[in-house]
């Protein structure tokens, strides 16, 4: 069964119109991320939360925005997308081993 | 800052051999965990082995070990009997309290 699930899989949206991600997690663990990965490049990390605390990366742009309603939910908001912002967008969370747990992703695409 | 450098973009290997991965980190923390993720084309990512830094054993999983060289902040990955579904991006990773950091991959062909 999946632990950490992404919706939509894939988002097609037009430029400069918002678009919300999602994310769950079944594994009731603290901590969530969020990632961005373009073609072939590693995973660079946009925001994490450990519980309800919110941490975003110092070089995460401000068109990007996350909300976390309850432990399960996780969401990634990007307010006016660019063609730049067009990605795979993963979601992970981490288990008391410390490993991470990821989701299928989702792909934005930018017309 | 922490930091993970994979110094081989692209590898391949015929079906059956071994193959090996290269990883350096860099840190000034002496507690953390390494990992070594794969990505097959199109797929989801996965934990292939961990290595937590207290402990000097090698990490095993199957045909996938480690060599984890502390001191030299060396984190390798070694791939026996290579199969065709061992074609993948390969990731290094470290991670320290919760911040996870990636290298930029090693894709990985296996070639029948």
Redesign the interface.
């Known amino acids: 069964d999946a632990m950490v699930i992404q919706n939509p899989r894939y988002q097609v949206t037009q430029f400069g119109k918002p678009v919300t991600l999602s994310c769950s997690q079944t594994l009731n663990h603290n901590?969530m991320?969020w990632y961005q990965q373009k073609s072939?490049?590693?995973?660079k990390?946009l925001f994490?939360y450990?519980d309800k605390d919110f941490n975003n990366e110092a070089d995460t742009p401000d068109n990007f925005q996350s909300r976390r309603p309850n432990t399960s939910f996780c969401f990634l908001d990007i307010r006016s997308p660019g063609l730049g912002d067009a990605a795979m967008y993963?979601c992970a969370t981490?288990g008391t081993?410390?490993?991470?747990f990821?989701?299928?992703?989702s792909r934005l695409t930018v017309l | 800052a922490q930091t993970v450098t994979q110094s081989q973009p692209e590898m391949s290997v015929q079906e059956a051999e071994t193959v090996t991965l290269s990883c350096t980190y860099d840190t000034s923390e002496s507690n953390y965990?390494l990992?070594w993720?794969k990505q097959p084309p199109s797929?989801?990512?996965?934990?292939v082995i961990?290595q937590?830094a207290y402990k000097q054993q090698n990490a095993t999983e199957n045909r996938f070990s480690v060599n984890f060289q502390k001191a030299a902040k060396s984190f390798s990955l070694k791939i026996s009997d290579s199969q065709l579904g061992d074609t993948a991006?390969y990731?290094c990773?470290f991670?320290q309290g919760?911040?996870?950091y990636?290298?930029?991959?090693t894709?990985l062909t296996v070639i029948p």
């Open positions: 901590v991320y072939s490049q590693a995973p990390l994490h450990y993963l981490a081993t410390g490993e991470l990821f989701g299928e992703g | 965990y990992f993720y797929r989801q990512m996965i934990l961990r937590e991006m990731f990773a991670m919760n911040q996870f990636f290298g930029t991959g894709s």
